[in-house]
Antibody, heavy 123, light 111 residues
Framework: QLQLQESGPGLVKPSETLSLTCTVSGDSITGSSSFWGWIRQPPGKGLEWIGSIHYGVTTYSSPSLKSRVTISVDTSKNQFSLNLTPVTAADTAVYYC???????????????WGRGTLVTVSS | QSVLTQPPSASGTPGQRVTIYCSGSSSNIGSNSVSWYQQLPGTAPKLLIH???QRPSGVPDRFSGSKSGTSASLAISGLQSEDEADYHC????????????FGGGTKLTVL
């Protein structure tokens, strides 16, 4: 059964880099046309899409975050990663990784999610 | 400020039918499909509806989705206490070179 698990530091200092990894188990990250995405949720607020990647290195990301975001894939480890820099307190959120099964924007949705990891930006 | 607009709260009694609405514009709901997610307290979102009306395997048929113009709705019939959760709508938006957008979420309370 396909599972996704986020990992990374729970505390990051302002102006530094937030780095998270999503490990995919139960299927190969290269085995389908799926895209793999990052979504975040600030405490008490709604969801915000960060960006998505295909193992073939096609990526697309939110225009509001694009200048600070890098999403990459490590096929040897069946993982994909998020780097966000520089961070501020406004980047404090629960970060989720998820699978986009269609690899297309029509339709666009995520059918499997990780449990999420809370990242706090504070000195 | 979310691109898609949802009411912050909704409520109903057990057995009742409740509808949650999601309002957008021509660049998102008006030209792309809508998905809905259920988020139980302290857990990750779970896909309820995709492609406006399609339920993934395992989602009860008490949950149904529809879309008309630039708005969409999620209906829950036979409301149960375990349906108490946050519900989020989402769609692709063709503006700004394309972006995924979500609503702010609706907290459903079962009275």
């Amino acid at each position: 059964q396909l599972q996704l698990q986020e990992s990374g530091p729970g505390l990051v200092k302002p102006s530094e880099t937030l780095s998270l990894t999503c490990t995919v188990s139960g299927d190969s990250i290269t085995g389908s046309s799926s895209f793999w995405g990052w979504i975040r949720q600030p405490p008490g607020k709604g969801l915000e899409w960060i960006g998505s990647i295909h193992y073939g290195v096609t990526t697309y990301s939110s225009p509001s975050l694009k200048s600070r975001v890098t999403i990459s894939v490590d096929t040897s480890k069946n993982q994909f990663s998020l780097n966000l820099t520089p961070v501020t307190a406004a980047d404090t959120a629960v970060y989720y990784c998820a699978r986009d099964p269609t690899g297309d924007t029509r339709p666009w949705y995520f059918d499997l999610w990780g449990r999420g990891t809370l990242v706090t930006v504070s000195s | 400020q979310s691109v898609l607009t949802q009411p912050p709260s909704a409520s109903g009694t057990p057995g009742q039918r409740v509808t949650i609405y999601c309002s957008g514009s021509s660049s998102n709901i008006g030209s792309n499909s809508v998905s809905w997610y259920q988020q139980l307290p302290g857990t990750a979102p779970k896909l309820l509806i995709h492609s406006n009306t399609q339920r993934p395997s395992g989602v009860p048929d008490r949950f149904s989705g529809s879309k008309s113009g630039t708005s969409a709705s999620l209906a829950i019939s036979g409301l149960q206490s375990e349906d108490e959760a946050d519900y989020h709508c989402a769609s692709w938006d063709d503006s700004l070179n394309g972006r995924g957008v979500f609503g702010g979420g609706t907290k459903l309370t079962v009275l």
